[in-house]
């Protein structure tokens, strides 16, 4: 199971809470995972690549197939790093991360 990290902003109740790990969400679903989370400049970006991928796949089968495998190689790298983006998004909008009180141990 995938730690969370909790992030809050300063001096707000609101609190966000981060998986660490794979993301299956910005796997599987790319920008609209990304949008979901407020996310825009990622959005537009792996919106744009997520296009020029798909219309690369129009210009015949060598390219299709290389297309594909990029596709499929961006899909994970963006299931990779995307938690980790969306945290980086948080801190740039002010969010801290939460001290973890001892719990457990």
């Known amino acids: ?24 969400g910005a796997l ?6 990304a949008m979901s989370k407020r996310m ?19 210009w015949g089968d060598t390219i299709g197939t290389i297309g594909l495998v990029l596709s499929v190689l961006f899909g994970v790298a963006c299931g990779v790093y995307g938690n980790q983006w969306h945290r980086w998004t948080l801190e740039k909008r002010g969010y801290v991360v939460m001290q973890q009180t001892g719990e457990g141990k």
Not at 11 to 18: E, K, L
Request: proline share 2%.
């Open 40 to 58: 825009w400049f990622a959005t537009f970006v792996m919106l744009g690549v997520s296009t020029i991928l798909f219309l690369s796949g129009l």
């Open 1 to 24: 199971m995938a730690e969370r990290i909790y992030l809050q902003r300063p001096g707000q109740d609101d609190v966000v809470s981060v998986a660490t790990g794979f993301s299956w």
């Open 28 to 33: 599987l679903l790319g920008f609209v995972w």
